[in-house]
Nanobody
Framework: QVQLIESGGGLVQPGNSLTLSCGFS????????LGWFRQAPGKEREFVAS????????DYQNSVKGRFTISTDNAKNTMYLQMNSLSPEDTALYYC??????????????????WGQGTQVTVSS
């Protein structure tokens, strides 16, 4: 059974940076597409970024493009989300997700089978 565990969330001031990590276990890391989603209070879960196991294919939501970077470390079975120039609008519960790779990087959260428990990111002065 695939398990995902996020870490790295916290409280940061606007303009600062934060890196989230997602540890993957229970499956063959190379067979999966990985993604980050977030959900703010009263809002629906939204796509943030996704990546294939080689790291040569990535996709980003427009609002984070140029500020966030998704990456993987296959030796550590870990995915990262480097977040720069954070703003209060980035405040949310961030989830990592995984699905068996099917040749594309889906943005719909319903297409991901495995989820972590979430890590809170709060951007506030």
């Amino acid at each position: 059974q695939v398990q995902l565990i996020e870490s790295g969330g916290g409280l940061v001031q606007p303009g600062n940076s934060l890196t989230l990590s997602c540890g993957f276990s229970g499956g063959t890391f190379d067979d999966y597409t990985l993604g980050w989603f977030r959900q703010a209070p009263g809002k629906e879960r939204e796509f943030v970024a996704s990546i294939n196991w080689y790291g040569d294919k990535t996709d980003y939501q427009n609002s984070v493009k140029g500020r966030f970077t998704i990456s993987t470390d296959n030796a550590k079975n870990t995915m990262y989300l480097q977040m720069n120039s954070l703003s209060p609008e980035d405040t949310a519960l961030y989830y990592c997700a995984a699905r068996v790779y099917a040749g594309f990087l889906p943005r719909n959260h319903e297409q991901y089978a495995y989820w972590g428990q979430g890590t809170q990111v709060t951007v506030s002065s």
